[in-house]
């Protein structure tokens, strides 16, 4: 038997090396009094925690904090150096990496432009781009965002062609990956993981129930409910780009991943083509969108109402279901449309539905992929060097 035994002290000071870590994690650096009164320690016993950690790598000092006259305190912080997670968000047309240390700092940023042809195996792309990120040390876990989603039941990525997803077809495709790149690897619905950095850094921040709608060249949802992300028995829950809509031929007429459903009725091509057949000008699908929001009136306005309606039908068929608290819009379409937008699709959702969620436009910065997969990667890195036992 390893590790520590119920009821004995490793056991204790185990508990209580975690609730310390976890208290320089929360909160930065603290001195020995204060680690000891968030955690209920005594002094001595906080002192021997300290001692234990820093003998570990764990914890570092961090100066001295002056105090009454005469007196000061040491301060005590979590050292970044103890591990590092890596995350990555692979597109058709680049990977882009970012590696962080365990306190979440990042340290290292890389975009690798995908070539076409293709050169190398997957993994070679892979490692490329984390190596361009430039890892101060070995990383501990790193998570894969991927236009894509894996099925639980057979480890296969799925709900993709797989001309979408190049290389991606390896039996395997987790253990390959983790062998391939040396460190544990998650692979993870690119959505999923925006919906992770909406819920710990913008607009669902605390939510324990929300819907959110990735609204770009393509379709796709990620669905939390109870606090946990809804992934389906094959991984496809929230692929609503898939999902029939009225007006939109279907899977039958087109193929099983051909352009139907409501990808056909408002991906990128389709959201495009409605607002110049209304007049409005813009040479990609984002423009356009900006061009109608800033107008807002006239046949620009009734374009965007178009847009929103649209958006709103698919909407509608998850609030339905799902009867969310809150609906999050992101992706190039709401982003684009900004708040004119936002506020049509919520007309025309509460215009269809009993349930009538409130809906907001993300507020996470930067690439929401990216930071979803570092705050997963972080999360596991943090629970397994937390859930570590150390000697004595």
Do not use: C
């Amino acid at each position: 038997m390893t590790g520590p035994v119920p009821g004995t002290p490793s056991l204790l000071r185990a508990i209580n090396d975690r609730a310390a870590l976890r208290a320089l994690l929360e909160r930065g650096p603290l001195t020995r009094p204060e680690i000891g009164a968030l955690t209920g320690l005594s002094k001595p016993t906080a002192s021997q925690l300290l001692v234990r950690l820093r003998a570990a790598g764990l914890v570092v000092l961090d100066g001295v904090r002056e105090g009454l006259p005469g007196r000061t305190a040491e301060v005590y912080r979590i050292n970044p150096a103890a591990a590092y997670a890596g995350a990555l968000d692979v597109t058709p047309g680049r990977i882009e990496a970012r590696i962080a240390d365990i306190t979440g700092t990042v340290v290292g940023e890389h975009t690798l432009p995908t070539p076409h042809p293709l050169q190398g195996t997957l993994v070679d792309r892979l490692a490329a781009a984390l190596r361009g990120a430039r890892p101060p040390d070995a990383l501990r876990r790193v998570v894969i965002g991927v236009q894509a989603a894996i099925d639980p039941s057979t480890g296969a990525l799925g709900y993709a062609a797989a001309e979408d997803v190049p290389g991606w077809q390896i039996p395997g495709l987790v253990p390959a990956l983790s062998a391939g790149l040396g460190v544990p690897v998650a692979v993870e619905n690119d959505v999923n993981l925006a919906a992770v950095a909406e819920r710990a850094h913008g607009a669902a921040r605390g939510r324990a129930d929300f819907v959110l709608l990735w609204a770009d060249q393509g379709i796709g949802s990620a669905i939390v409910l109870g606090g946990r992300m809804h992934r389906g028995a094959t991984g496809g829950a929230g692929e609503v780009g898939y999902m029939p809509a009225p007006g939109a031929p279907t899977a039958r007429e087109t193929g099983r991943y051909g352009r139907h459903g409501l990808q056909a009725l408002t991906g990128g091509a389709a959201v495009l083509q409605v607002l110049r057949s209304y007049g409005v000008p813009g040479a990609d699908f984002r423009q356009a969108v900006a061009h109608a929001a800033r107008e807002a009136e006239g046949r620009s306005l009734a374009g965007l109402r178009d847009v929103a309606a649209r958006l709103a039908v698919g909407l509608a068929a998850i609030t339905s279901v799902i009867d969310p608290s809150l609906i999050v819009l992101t992706g190039g379409v709401p982003l684009a449309g900004g708040e004119p937008l936002r506020r049509l699709v919520e007309e025309e959702l509460h215009a269809l539905t009993i349930p009538r969620p409130p809906v907001r436009l993300s507020t996470v910065g930067g690439n929401p992929v990216l930071a979803g997969a570092l705050s997963v990667a972080l999360d596991a890195v943090r629970e397994e060097v937390l859930g570590s036992p150390l000697p004595g």
